[in-house]
């Protein structure tokens, strides 16, 4: 027996409008639609020209604000979404007026793959100012830091291309900036090098700008330089030698000239300090100041040494430009002599005290009386030279004391000799363990 298609039609049709009704149940609880939201903070301003023919520019007020993307859709789609699939832009073009202070300017997110209508930002706005434009040229220093080349070497030159940047933005910001930096990590280095790094713009009070400052500025090369250091090898055995003028005065001699320090560390390239080997190691002075004419005592100057290394060399880091040039200057017939100070005798010392001399030799200046040339002054006669201080009744402290000199007859001293010592309390070890 047949049945026809059109048999109980009426339930047929009630059965498949309750399956569909079941199958949109289903779908809805395994995939429903959700919302999922962002915070983002890199919001681009874009179409910055549309004011630039106005001559002015931007200018972000204070740290960017982050803004909150929500998106609308199913949870299949939403569960693929990562913030880096987002897009947020403030257009220019879109500002609701740029006579306002600030300039309020939507805020557009897109993702793609939804539909703008899915897409809700909040605040809807940032905020800007309208400042003049213009444009400063500023040198651009290189900063190593704390770094520091491997032993044996320091930075010889730093050269940077390019040597000068244009920056441009507000005024106000332009108007803060002192100097323009790039860094370069030299640390352990030992070889020449070259490098690209991005600069770092320092203001009025030594601060650096923020990421915020830096993004409302532009460079003309894109805030990046290429920096090309050179490493100089060091000496320290480089003594100086100085020229001087004119003559002492009539009935006195120059004894000796002499250096502190004796010998000075340079850094220099390799052609600039075969030069000076070949120089024997000798810095030559000639300054038109030093001059001696008509002295009878001895004389000093200080001299800046740096401007007399020749080219492709410098002072090591840390050394002192100036040097001090002692003329020693005696009677014709003079002569300096030093006694160690550990064979001058010591008298009147009291029980438990005990002597110590702040230097090791202490220099006399002697001449001979008539009776004698001061060349009979030999070995011998200077080993008969006796010294001796008295510290009867002095207690401990720190003293300035004369010191007693005997000469070999036909000699006599030119000055009054003295020294300094330190008179302390002799400790016993039972007293250094009890502290």
């Excluded at 993307?69 to 007026?97: F, W, Y």
């Excluded at 352990?188 to 690209?196: A, H, I, P, S």
């Amino acid at each position: 027996m047949k049945r026809k298609l059109t048999d109980n039609l009426s339930l047929k049709i009630i059965s498949l409008l309750i399956g569909i009704v079941l199958w949109l149940v289903v779908v809805n609880i395994d995939n429903p639609v959700i919302s999922k939201s962002f915070t983002l903070s890199n919001v681009e301003l874009v179409n910055e020209a549309y004011i630039d023919d106005t001559g002015l520019v931007c200018l972000r007020d204070g740290e960017a604000t982050p803004v909150r993307v929500t998106i609308t859709g199913e949870r299949s789609m939403l569960n693929g979404i990562t913030s880096s699939d987002i897009s947020v832009v403030a257009d220019l073009q879109q500002a609701v007026s740029l006579e306002t202070n600030p300039v309020m300017i939507p805020v557009i997110a897109s993702c793609n793959g939804v539909s703008p209508a899915n897409i809700t930002v909040w605040p809807q706005n940032v905020s800007v100012t309208l400042e003049e434009k213009v444009t400063s040229e500023f040198m651009v220093g290189v900063n190593s830091g704390d770094s520091k080349p491997g032993k044996g070497y320091e930075i010889g030159t730093q050269t940077v291309s390019p040597e000068k940047v244009r920056i441009t933005g507000p005024r106000s910001l332009i108007r803060k900036i002192d100097k323009v930096n790039v860094y370069v990590n030299v640390e352990g280095v030992t070889e020449d090098f070259t490098e690209t790094a991005n600069m770092s713009v320092i203001d009025k009070n030594g601060e650096t700008l923020s990421v915020t400052q830096m993004n409302n500025l532009r460079f003309d090369n894109d805030g990046r330089v290429t920096v090309a250091t050179r490493l100089w090898k060091t000496r320290s055995d480089i003594r100086p030698e100085v020229t001087y003028r004119g003559e002492p005065a009539q009935g006195y001699v120059l004894d000796s000239v002499s250096t502190v320090p004796e010998t000075v560390s340079v850094a220099g390239s390799k052609e600039a300090l075969e030069q000076l080997k070949e120089n024997g190691n000798i810095i030559e002075i000639d300054d038109d100041n030093v001059d001696i004419s008509g002295q009878d005592s001895d004389k000093e100057f200080k001299i800046d040494i740096s401007q007399y290394l020749p080219d492709g060399m410098k002072l090591t880091s840390g050394s002192n430009n100036e040097i001090l040039v002692t003329f020693r200057i005696l009677p014709e017939g003079g002569k300096r002599l030093s006694i160690p100070t550990s064979k001058i005798g010591v008298k009147g010392k009291k029980e438990g005290l005990q002597i110590s001399f702040e230097i090791d030799k202490l220099e006399i200046r002697i001449k001979a009386n008539g009776e004698k040339d001061i060349d009979d002054f030999d070995e011998k006669a200077e080993e008969s030279v006796e010294a001796s201080i008295d510290v009867e009744g002095m207690d401990e402290g720190s003293y300035q004391i004369p010191v007693e000199i005997t000469l070999p007859d036909g000699f006599e001293l030119l000055e009054e000799a003295s020294t300094e010592i330190v008179i302390s309390k002799v400790s016993t070890a039972s007293e250094t363990t009890e502290e």
